[in-house]
């Protein structure tokens, strides 16, 4: 170990070695198999690794750089906001910053206000785990507060992926997943099949091939309304689950099922907001059919990642005033 400006410089072995003996890295073993590729900075696209060479990162640091790294915009608004104040519990308290955001949000955010559906209640979160956590448990406690304890289940589909604390592992792909170790102790949830018609699969139209897809989901739904909370899923793309792109209208008839059944619908658009399918929120894409213009808004709502540009962890979890009116009726969570 080297001293430089003032500053402990490692060189890249030295990040290595100390990096196999402490570091436990997500979803790899302790010490890691393969020895992690040290970094130096990251400007735009691009990781600048210790040893010169530069690397494009595809993967835009699990789809939370939007704007790319080291954004002069975001830089300079992050010092300025270090120079002013860093951090304040929100137990209590609020600043102007936080209003700000959940004014913004609340403007971009799918609903209207005239449907009573507008989703413009923020709920701020340290992850999109936690953000898919609070979700669930607004969903919980909303029915509770209602007199309907009994609607603690959650339906999803299959090949989904929602995050690795306890509640959200529950509602990934149960077999496929990454989460089938905790099988025997995680809540038990409900699962239909994966949509088959994909995104530009012309037999969304078809209302036969349309009932069929979403036949085994209906029944489940239908069977087991009394138990089931909410229904949770990706909107449009199932992202960690192999960025499979299914049927607009899918979702659509999703939705219509929730209202006819009287279950919740929460759409986890932590990976797919902001923009990354080419609407705002991948749920438009289904407000978009332009058949009968219906539209498709969640009573509840996911996002993070991009929410930060990647400069932190930070999500959010959104709701409307029905949901949230339910919260004044009973005890705190």
Not at 250 to 264: F, M
């Amino acid at each position: 170990i080297t001293r430089m400006s003032g500053k402990i410089s490692l060189t890249a072995n030295e990040i290595v070695d100390i990096d196999q003996r402490h570091v436990w890295h997500p979803y790899a073993a302790m010490p890691n198999a393969v020895p992690c590729v040290p970094v130096k900075s990251a400007k735009g696209c691009e990781l600048t690794l210790v040893d010169g060479r530069t690397l494009v990162d595809g993967m835009s640091s699990w789809w939370a750089c939007i704007h790319g790294y080291s954004h002069p915009t975001l830089v300079q608004a992050a010092k300025d906001q270090m120079d002013t104040m860093s951090h304040c519990m929100f137990g209590g308290l609020t600043h102007e910053p936080a209003v700000q955001l959940a004014k913004a949000l609340a403007d971009i955010a799918p609903g209207s206000d005239s449907d009573n559906n507008k989703l413009d209640k923020v709920f701020y979160c340290d992850s999109g785990s936690v953000a898919v956590e609070v979700a669930m448990k607004m969903a919980l406690q909303y029915w509770y507060n209602l007199g309907e304890a009994s609607k603690r289940k959650f339906l999803t589909i299959r090949g989904g992926y929602h995050g690795d604390t306890f509640e959200a592992m529950s509602v990934c792909d149960p077999d496929n997943g990454m989460h089938h170790l905790f099988s025997k102790v995680l809540p038990s949830q409900i699962f239909a099949p994966r949509p088959t018609l994909s995104y530009h699969d012309p037999q969304q139209w078809d209302e036969e091939a349309l009932a069929k897809d979403l036949m085994e989901f209906k029944t489940l739904l239908e069977t087991n309304t009394q138990e089931i909370a909410a229904v949770i899923l990706e909107p449009i793309v199932q992202g960690a689950g192999g960025m499979r792109f299914y049927a607009p209208r899918y979702l659509q008839r999703v939705r219509e099922l929730c209202t006819e059944y009287n279950v919740l619908l929460i759409c986890d658009e932590i990976a797919t907001g902001f923009g990354r399918t080419g609407t705002m929120f991948a749920v438009e894409h289904a407000s978009l059919l332009g058949d009968d213009g219906r539209s498709v808004v969640p009573d509840i709502m996911c996002i993070g990642k991009a929410l930060s540009g990647g400069f932190l962890s930070f999500a959010a979890t959104l709701t409307s005033q029905k949901v949230a009116d339910v919260f004044a009726q009973g005890p705190a969570g």
